[in-house]
C-alpha cells in the first residue's frame, strides 16, 4: 500500500491473481476478499474480479470466516483461508484449511497448514487456487476451458 502526498491510496495488484479468481469460479470455488481495511480500492478490485464476497474492515476474521460459509452453505471444513497477519489468525484456526502467505508474521506460519512459496500479493492467491483444483482433480479441465474462453484451441484427445 502507498498513500500519495494528498492521502490517496495506492495499491497494486498482480494479475495472476486475478486470474486465479476466474478460475477459482470456472472451478466451482466461493471466494471473498476479508480486509481490516475500509478500502474502495479493495472493494473496486474484488467488485472487476467478480469475487463472491468483499467484507471491509473486518476485525474478527474469525467471526466473518463463519458468517460467510453459513452464507455460501459450507461447513468450516471445507474453507481455506489465507492470511498473512495477526488479524488473520482466529479466521487460520477455524479453517479446514489454513494457509500462510511466503512473508507471513511467524505467529501465522506456525499454525498454517500450507506455506505457499509466494508472497502476499506476488502469486500467492494463484497457487492455492491452482493446489486446491489440483487436489480435487479438477484442474486441468479447468485451464482448459479457461483458455478455450480465450481464444485457445482444445487439446486434441490422447
Not at 476478499?33 to 474484488?46: C, D, H, I, N, W
Not at 467484507?55 to 471444513?77: I, M, N, S, T, Y
Not at 497448514?113 to 509466494?118: E, K, P, S, Y
Amino acid at each position: 500500500m502507498v498513500l500519495s502526498e494528498r492521502g490517496g491510496e495506492l495499491k497494486s495488484f498482480n494479475s495472476r491473481d486475478g486470474v486465479a479468481v476466474t478460475l477459482a469460479k470456472r472451478g466451482g470455488l466461493r471466494t471473498a476478499f476479508v480486509t481490516g481495511e475500509k478500502s474502495a480500492v479493495a472493494q473496486a478490485r474484488g467488485d472487476k474480479l467478480g469475487v463472491d464476497a468483499v467484507v471491509l474492515g473486518a476485525r474478527r476474521k474469525g467471526d466473518v470466516l463463519e458468517d460467510l460459509c453459513a452464507q455460501f452453505g459450507l461447513p468450516l471444513d471445507a474453507s481455506a483461508y489465507i492470511g498473512d497477519d495477526l488479524l488473520d489468525v482466529p479466521a487460520l484456526q477455524r479453517a479446514g484449511l489454513a494457509i500462510a502467505v511466503a512473508d507471513a508474521a511467524p505467529e501465522v506460519i506456525a499454525i498454517a497448514h500450507i506455506v505457499t512459496r509466494a508472497r502476499g500479493g506476488q502469486g500467492a492467491l494463484r497457487e492455492c487456487v491452482e493446489l486446491i483444483l489440483r487436489a480435487q482433480g479438477a484442474w486441468a479441465a479447468t485451464v482448459e476451458a479457461y483458455i478455450t474462453e480465450h481464444g485457445g484451441r482444445p487439446r486434441p484427445a490422447r
